[in-house]
């Protein structure tokens, strides 16, 4: 998979959670070279200095040969406060390029962000916005909550900050099982998908081209390459990312081998890396969505005409690939309590 070469994540983390390292997970498994800036904070309940050492602690150090030995990652001090929001500053964006640029040590080519200031802070950084959760879906929880009551939301925290409230260390967790939901649009998959992480009380990975769409930074009308090695790169790193964080299962709104799919039908051609990743990619359990439902519309749909089609070419794919799957059709209730049996059926083995 191509790297971007560098990356930036801002933030307080006041304190760090698993939404914060979820961020930083899926950042940096995208960039050769990311940068976290830890902001200092007027009068903060947590110095910045202890969440500096935190954040060097749980982020790994991935130094590789194939960087030349460096450290793919930097904890960044910002240790003087800034302005949080325009209207507190009428030079806000200024005082911030000019600060980042200080900075950091090399120009950003992406800025990674939970939050809608990214499309703004990447502009002035000349470098690209890419999304992660900004609907807060995989991860509910922010700073403020957890400040408020961290025993309610210990379940977001790594140890070293419920060392820091008092709570018992997090429990090991076991490596999940990976379920892959897919098929054509509109028949259900990210519905169902948020029902059996209910159910089983697990973790999904959202549909990553779902996510860009809906903020903003491409157009479902006018998608390019880049887009799909965008969404094929993003999704990748969100996987690996929650599968990191452990649990029984772990359900996949969207795979590798639907982004090749419809680069092919849209683009006429798919890369050649999110083809080589559809053709390895490994699940324990694959569901695949038949087009037997009624059409319903959404910004990021495209293809109402060619569902039965898509749904043939992703059926003998699957097959040529030998992945496990289980056909899922009729009505949404038959098509949960299929796939609850069979994630069941998953877990037994």
Same mark, same amino acid.
Not at 114 to 128: F, N, P, Q, T, W
Not at 217 to 238: H, K, N, Q, T, Y
């Given at each position: ?38 902001? /200092? ?14 954040? &060097? ?19 960044? /001090? ?57 609907? &807060? ?162 910004? /990021? ?49």
């Amino acid at each position: 998979m191509p790297l971007l070469r560098t990356g930036l994540v801002l933030g307080k983390l006041l304190p760090p959670h698993l939404g914060h390292l979820y961020l930083v997970g899926c950042a940096l498994r995208q960039v050769e070279r990311l940068f976290v800036v830890v902001e /200092h904070v007027q009068n903060e309940p947590i110095p910045s200095e202890l969440r500096v050492r935190w954040m &060097r602690e749980l982020v790994p150090d991935a130094t590789s040969l194939r960087f030349g030995g460096v450290s793919r990652r930097q904890i960044l /001090h910002l240790d003087r406060a800034m302005p949080q929001e325009p209207s507190a500053h009428p030079a806000f964006w200024e005082l911030w390029r000019m600060t980042l640029k200080a900075l950091v040590p090399e120009p950003i080519e992406a800025v990674f962000a939970s939050e809608s200031y990214g499309h703004r802070l990447a502009a002035e950084l000349d470098a690209r916005f890419l999304p992660v959760d900004p609907a &807060r879906q995989v991860m509910p929880v922010s700073g403020t909550v957890v400040r408020a009551n961290p025993s309610a939301y210990a379940r977001y925290l790594p140890d070293p900050v419920r060392a820091f409230y008092g709570l018992p260390l997090r429990a090991p967790r076991p490596t999940p099982r990976r379920v892959a939901l897919v098929g054509p649009e509109s028949t259900g998959k990210s519905t169902l998908a948020r029902t059996l992480a209910t159910r089983f009380d697990a973790t999904v990975v959202p549909e990553h081209a779902e996510t860009m769409i809906a903020a903003g930074v491409c157009d479902p009308r006018a998608l390019v390459a880049r887009d799909f090695e965008d969404f094929a790169r993003g999704r990748r790193a969100s996987e690996e990312t929650l599968a990191s964080f452990g649990g029984e299962l772990l359900f996949c709104d969207s795979d590798a081998l639907t982004t090749q799919l419809y680069a092919e039908q849209l683009l006429g051609s798919c890369p050649s890396w999110i083809a080589e990743e559809a053709a390895t990619s490994a699940y324990d359990l694959t569901l695949l969505f038949s087009p037997d439902v009624p059409w319903e519309d959404d910004l /990021h749909r495209v293809d109402r005409g060619g569902r039965e089609a898509f749904f043939a070419r992703m059926e003998a794919a699957l097959r040529a690939s030998g992945r496990r799957t289980v056909v899922l059709s009729g009505d949404w209730r038959a098509r949960e309590d299929a796939a609850v049996e069979a994630c069941r059926k998953l877990l037994s083995e």
